[in-house]
């Protein structure tokens, strides 16, 4: 019954390989997000999607594709992995976008590692 | 550019004393502001939110203050416990309706038995 799941844990690949996170979520809420946490812990949004929408998408390199086949679902895709891509990504969602009560719930992380 | 700072050294104090953790921000006028609890190899999970309108909020024995003038949240833990040793993130929010929340760096807190 957990709440937010990411698979896999762990994924460790070459440079230049194109990899797949996956994401859901059994909470019945309509965002969802992907965070990147880099070795220095600073935790950054890179996209959210409100219902199958993207509402977010900070300056993050179009090598990073975000598709939700439904609101329960975000994955996340990397093309051409880079050394800097190496980084915990976690996941997470929220209820509704538009209050002020925001309070997101968040995946247990996958750790990239690119060789 | 939007900053905020937590206090990037550990913070090491005595079981059943009081921690206290400082997040101060620059350059952004958030509407609310939470505090995330983070343990090793997990992900951060949500312990309170503050609105820009109130100046305290208590959780059983968490306690928040948010000072708009001097753009700093303080978060306190009484009694603290070993259990409570973990990383805490404090993270901003606008009044806009993205969703998007900006996180500090976290401060580790080490409480000793």
């Known amino acids: 019954d957990t709440a937010v799941s990411q698979t896999p844990k762990y994924l460790v690949t070459q440079m230049g390989n194109d990899k797949s996170i996956k994401c859901e979520q059994n909470l019945g809420h309509d965002t969802m997000y992907w965070y990147k946490q880099d070795s220095k812990k600073f935790l950054k949004i890179m996209f959210s999607y409100n219902n199958k929408e993207l509402i977010i998408n900070e300056t993050v390199p179009n090598r990073f594709s975000p598709k939700s086949p439904d609101k329960a679902h975000l994955n996340l895709h990397i093309n051409s992995l880079e050394l800097g891509d190496s980084a915990v990504y976690f996941c997470a969602s929220s209820q509704e976008v538009a209050t002020a009560y925001n309070e997101q719930f968040f995946g247990p992380g996958t750790r990239l590692t690119v060789l | ?113």
């Open chain 2, 1 to 113: 550019s939007q900053k905020i700072e937590q206090n990037s050294e550990a913070l090491n104090i005595q079981e059943g004393k009081t921690a206290t953790l400082t997040c101060n921000y620059t350059n952004y006028s958030p509407a609310y502001l939470q505090w995330y609890r983070q343990d090793p190899g997990r992900g951060p999970v949500f312990l309170l939110l503050i609105r820009e309108n109130e100046k305290e909020k208590r959780k059983e024995r968490l306690k928040v203050t948010f000072d708009t003038t001097l753009k700093q949240s303080l978060f306190h833990i009484t009694a603290s416990q070993p259990a409570d040793s973990a990383t805490y993130l404090c993270a901003l929010s606008g009044s806009g309706n993205t969703g998007k929340l900006i996180f500090g760096q976290g401060t580790t807190l080490q409480v000793k038995p």
